[in-house]
């Protein structure tokens, strides 16, 4: 009997999966009717349960999402997180004057019924704030116009401090990006609109941050590096990395 019991308890405390293995709540939010048409055209390509499983998100979590866009991931982070959770869609000053239709996105769904825990925070690259220590900072194919002047091309050094700073003990840094060549370093980044997952990892790693893993789900062989992300043969298939960073408990 006490060994039922003891594997009840056990049991009770995994989280439940769907038949691909994906926690049932990171399923739900992907499959959620109030997410708009437009973002579920993108899934079959972007595979968000199979990211953000890699990622860790989890019920109660407190996330920012990082140069959010239109708020793709922002609206998947609402549900996943819950009302225990908040998540913080923070768009640079500067990413808002060069695609100000995201931002305007963003404040059509954020503190509304249906996201009440999604605020969306507006600040200089060069200067982030987060409100709170978070659970996790997460940037998808952004991280690399952060080098391009648009940007203001802020201190890296700085702003991957900051990040760590926001984060908790223990907290994750996650980066999806466009890969760039390997040995490209910085210098695709304007042009391509990629970078060299090399450079994303000694730039993070040098901030503190321990590299914890790599998921391969949205990797393309196919893809040499060498056209622009918006090219069409290309768009939407490109080779991307994902890297997780952790803060360490100590």
Known sequence: MLIVAVALVAWTNVPAKSASGVPTYIASAVTDSARPPDDKAQDAKRKPDEVLAFAGIKPGDKVVDLMPGSGYYSR????????????????????????????????????????????????????????????????????????DPFMGSPDMARFN?????????????????????????????DDLHR????????EI??????????????????????????????KGKTDKFIYKFRKPLS
């Open 76 to 147: 998947i982070f609402g549900k996943i997180v819950g009302t225990t959770g908040t998540v913080y869609a923070l768009q640079p000053t500067e990413m808002d004057k060069a695609a100000p239709k995201g931002l305007q996105s963003l404040k059509t769904f954020a503190g509304t019924p249906a996201y009440p825990n999604v605020t969306v925070l507006v600040q200089s690259a060069a200067a982030i704030a987060i409100p709170e220590q978070v659970d996790m900072v997460w940037t998808s194919q952004n991280y690399h116009d952060l080098h």
């Open 205 to 234: 790693t040098a901030a503190g941050f321990e590299f914890v893993g790599e998921s391969k789900v949205l990797r393309n062989a196919e893809d040499k590096h060498s056209l622009s992300i918006y090219d069409p043969s290309i």
């Open 161 to 189: 401090r900051s990040i760590f700073d926001a984060l908790k003990p223990g907290g994750i840094f996650l980066v999806l990006d466009h890969a760039a060549a390997e040995g490209s370093g910085l210098s695709r980044t």
């Open 195 to 202: 970078i060299d997952p090399a450079a994303v990892k000694a």
